[in-house]
């Protein structure tokens, strides 16, 4: 059985969000619904300002906190190393969502981020929250795939409906392999840059494995003993402190 | 002041006139509450202003607040039994009719804040997952409310200081005990959430209960004899003049050394976040209030041996604790969320949340529910040979 895992060379991402893009055409998201986001932050001081970016998925933990915390099970890891909702047995506590270091769970039954209010727009139907014109045909409510309920947390699931589907034995889901693209999740598929990778990240002979060894990847916020599953390449790994009396200022 | 000395029969039962009183004020208030919150019915989730940056609002403090003030309720009742204190079996079963009725309050607020309440019924129970502390704080909240109905039932016949009494309000006070200690987790274990993390939490937690249960016994008991002890039979007036305004006094200082201590070490701390959110804190009326109004003015009204035993002075100071120990729950709420976890420049600088009239609707209509509760089980359910009590 594998473990999933995703590698990303930050100094080859470009900030583009074609991987959000991605993500939310794949997994029907709404606005807000940022399961893929690339954050955006200023650093440094006029006039030496930078503008940095962070891509941040959710990190399919090893020790996942919104796992433990959660009082129904609806949280759950599998067998392959991701973690996934059970939208059946969610009871929308939230719990998940404060226990989790990174923000990346998202509860979508609430006050619409942008006008018009795209719920109204696509009434749901069948216990949907929303009806677009394009939904994927994959779904799967105690997995947490397709258009969630109402009154649920979402998250990434790595497109698990595709991963799941993948050969025995792979070590690595590369967009470049004919035989595999169809079984990359999204974001990796789309990544221009090929910025992102991934694969087995208990397969000595992956590739993510190589490049996690080779580039010294890092994990964010390991003080936390979640243990990510995504790893970062690059100098730029950390996101800025926070620090907003700098930003009330600018 | 004639409709409480009219009960000749019952010396010290209140008056009917009080809690019929108490019962449609609790109605209307439940309504005004309803019709704030309705649009959550059918909404859900989107009718409130809490949402993915600031997950638990106006409506998750409620229930803490009131899910604290039952366990605080319950144990001062319980400790009256357990230590078989002279005079307490006069008060204590109110207070256990009150902590229930504060506790079916709580989850008509939590259950208008989850996404399926019904769900959790059974989802919770059926799935047992251990390691989550809501869990354990179900199991010892279901257990209290059992108990305590079972309590209640128990004291239409019988003593508080009888021996079978006495053992439950062990059990009570046991399933107290467990249930904050477990809420307190729910906060103190998120190391992710570092103004809530920490082993102060659930004592915080504790302490802020019982200072909660200890004001709301003094508001109440007064409130049921019309703010006067004329009516009052000797041994509970004792209580209420030598006792627990005493112990009210003791507990108010102690939180003020307490919530010093938090905010103080807050100020100081060099944890990420933390500091900026306490500067933020204190420089907010609503922090002076609670300090100076909810625990500072009442310490004064309690210091003064000839104003503490007034029923008026301690029904104003338990009030005025009782605000500020729910601006307490509130800022203790919001804060731990205030620093955004990678948000980038969405959220450049703490989170900001207001909440809108329906999480409003949803505090007025746990609090009044506990009221209209509370009202009708003395009005129409309050019968038996301690009916007076």
């Keep these: 059985m594998p473990k999933w895992g995703m590698v990303i060379d930050l100094d080859k991402c470009t900030g583009c969000q074609a991987c959000s893009t ?21 650093e440094g001081e006029h006039p030496n300002v930078q503008i940095k970016w962070f891509p941040r998925p959710c990190m399919q933990c090893e020790n996942p906190s919104c796992v433990y915390v959660c009082p129904t099970g609806a949280t759950y890891k599998t067998e392959d190393g991701v973690v996934l909702i059970d939208w059946n047995k969610c009871i929308g506590c939230k719990y998940c969502m404060i226990a989790c270091p990174y923000g990346v769970r998202f509860y979508a039954d609430e006050e619409p981020l942008l006008e018009p209010d795209l719920r109204e727009v696509f009434p749901g139907e069948d216990g949907q929250v929303w009806n677009p014109p394009y939904q994927n045909p994959n779904e799967d409510w105690s997995k947490g795939i397709g258009i969630q309920p109402k009154g649920v947390v979402s998250k990434c699931t790595f497109c698990y409906h595709r991963i799941s589907q ?85 | 002041m004639s409709a409480t000395v009219e009960n ?87 207070l256990y009719m009150l902590a229930l009725a504060v506790s079916f309050g709580a989850i008509a607020a939590l259950a208008m804040e989850l996404g399926h309440p019904i769900r959790a019924i059974w989802a919770i129970p059926l799935n047992m997952q251990i390691q989550s502390p809501l869990l354990w704080m179900g199991v010892f909240w279901g257990v209290y ?44 274990m998120m190391s992710m959430r570092p103004v809530w993390y920490g082993i102060g939490t659930p004592l915080y937690y504790m302490y802020g209960a019982i200072l909660t249960g200890v004001a709301l016994a003094l508001l109440f008991i007064n409130l049921t004899h019309g703010f006067s002890q004329d009516n009052m039979v000797a041994a509970k007036r004792r209580v209420m003049r030598d006792q627990l305004p005493v112990i009210f006094l003791v507990a108010l200082v102690g939180y003020a050394i307490v919530v010093s201590a938090k905010i103080i070490t807050g100020l100081w701390a060099p944890t990420t976040g933390v500091q900026v959110v306490y500067e933020h804190m204190v420089g907010t009326g609503l922090f002076w209030f609670e300090v100076l109004g909810g625990v500072l003015l009442p310490i004064a009204l309690m210091a003064a041996p000839a104003m503490r035993t007034r029923p008026a002075v301690q029904g104003v100071a338990a009030v005025l604790a009782v605000v500020g120990l729910f601006i307490a729950r509130y800022e203790f709420t919001v804060s731990g969320q205030q620093v955004p976890l990678f948000k980038g420049s969405w959220v450049p600088g703490l989170v900001e949340y207001s909440p809108n009239i329906v999480e409003w609707g949803i505090l007025v209509t746990g609090a009044f529910l506990a009221l209209t509760v509370y009202a009708v089980a003395d009005r129409f359910f309050n019968t038996g040979p301690y009916s007076a009590d």
Aim: net charge negative; glycine share 10%.
């Design chain 1, 22 to 42: 991605a993500c939310a055409m794949e997994n029907n998201t709404l606005p807000g619904e940022s399961w893929q986001d690339v954050l955006f932050y200023h």
């Design chain 2, 145 to 188: 409310v059992v108990c305590l109905l079972a309590m209640m039932l128990r004291l239409r016949r019988v003593d508080a200081l009888e021996r079978g009494s006495r053992r439950l309000a062990v059990v009570i006070l046991l399933t107290c005990l467990g249930a904050l200690f477990t809420q307190g987790l729910v906060y103190g």
């Design chain 2, 8 to 94: 000749v029969d019952q010396p010290g039962k209140p008056s009917p006139a009080i809690t019929t009183a108490t019962l449609i004020s609790g109605a209307i208030g439940l309504a005004v509450g309803l019709a704030l919150a309705y649009p959550v019915f059918f909404e859900g989730g989107r009718a409130l202003a809490q949402g993915t940056n600031m997950a638990w609002g106006l409506p998750v403090a409620t229930y803490a607040f009131l899910a604290l003030g039952s366990f605080g309720l319950s144990m001062v009742a319980a400790v009256g039994g357990v230590f078989g204190l002279s005079g307490w079996n006069r008060i204590t079963p109110r």
């Design chain 1, 166 to 250: 993948a050969p025995d034995g792979v070590a690595d889901l590369d967009e470049d392999d004919p035989e595999l693209k169809e079984y990359v999740p999204a974001c990796v598929r789309t990544c221009a840059p090929k910025a992102r990778y991934f694969g087995d990240l208990d397969n000595p002979e992956s590739n993510v494995n190589r490049l996690i060894a080779e580039k010294r990847g890092t994990r964010l916020k390991e003080e936390t003993g979640n243990k990510p599953q995504v790893y970062y390449l690059g100098e730029h790994g950390t996101v800025p402190k926070f620090d907003p009396e700098f930003d009330n200022e600018s």
